[in-house]
């Protein structure tokens, strides 16, 4: 299987900051990629999918990249609503993995 | 816009089986590119893909739970179930049915379903 790390695990930073997550694969997935954001309480949310398609409807602040092995996810400037968890999935196939998570907060 | 929502029990014994039903609204079921999933998270953890299933009936499970598990449809109701047997409490989670894009990515998710397991 296909192992998929994500860092940080949590992160604070103040509103209007750029944040960046990175999350890494244990072998090659092209752009097999995407990203969820979780809301505490809420479910997964689409952001963004091929490694840099944004998911009809996201803000234009979400921004994705990566190819091969290393990924990112950047958010241009930060807001209250982003508090969540962020999630990777490589989508190489069976099984699909997801990262362990990036629990996103507000400073 | 699709719409899926799980039901089923929110609590089951050790031992017993569990059942979770998915149905899917306001898109096609039967749409070649669909594929319908289970996804669970344990309590305050990550998300683990459980397997999904294409309306033609094929099958694709996560390797690590495939000898426990078997996926079922009914085309004519526009719902998808999940069987659990034998189930302990590491299968306390919140069980999330979702659409796979393509077999993909997980465009659209049902609310979640809490189930425990517990006496």
């Known amino acids: 299987d296909i192992q998929m790390t994500q860092s940080p695990s949590s992160l604070s930073a103040p509103v209007g900051d750029r944040v960046t997550i990175t999350c890494r694969a244990s072998?090659?997935?092209?752009?097999?990629l995407a990203w969820y954001q979780q809301k505490p309480g809420k479910v997964p949310k689409l952001l963004i999918y091929?490694?840099?398609t944004l998911q009809s409807g996201v803000p234009s602040r979400f921004s994705a990249s990566g190819s091969g092995t290393h990924f990112t996810l950047t958010i241009t400037s930060l807001q209250p609503e982003d508090v969540a968890t962020y999630y990777c999935?490589?989508?190489?196939?069976?099984?699909?993995?997801f990262g362990q998570g990036t629990k996103l907060e507000i400073k | 816009q699709v719409q899926l929502q799980e039901s089923g029990p929110g609590l089951v014994t050790p031992s017993q089986t569990l059942s979770l039903t998915c149905t899917v609204s306001?898109?096609?079921?039967?749409?070649?590119?669909?594929?319908w999933s289970w996804i669970r998270q344990h309590p305050g953890k990550g998300l683990e893909w459980i397997g999904y299933i294409h309306y033609t009936g094929k099958t694709y499970y996560n390797p690590s739970l495939e000898s426990r598990i078997t996926l079922s449809l009914d085309t004519s109701k526009n719902q998808f179930s999940l069987r659990v047997p034998s189930v302990t409490a590491a299968d306390t989670a919140i069980y999330y049915c979702?659409?796979?894009?393509?077999?993909?990515?997980?465009?659209?998710w049902g609310h979640g379903t809490p189930v425990t397991v517990s006496s």
């Open positions: 306001g898109g096609s079921f039967t749409n070649a590119g669909a594929y």
């Open positions: 979702a659409r796979a894009f393509e077999g993909y990515y997980f465009d659209f």
């Open positions: 072998q090659g997935i092209s752009n097999y």
């Open positions: 091929s490694a840099s």
């Open positions: 999935q490589e989508f190489t196939g069976v099984p699909y993995t």
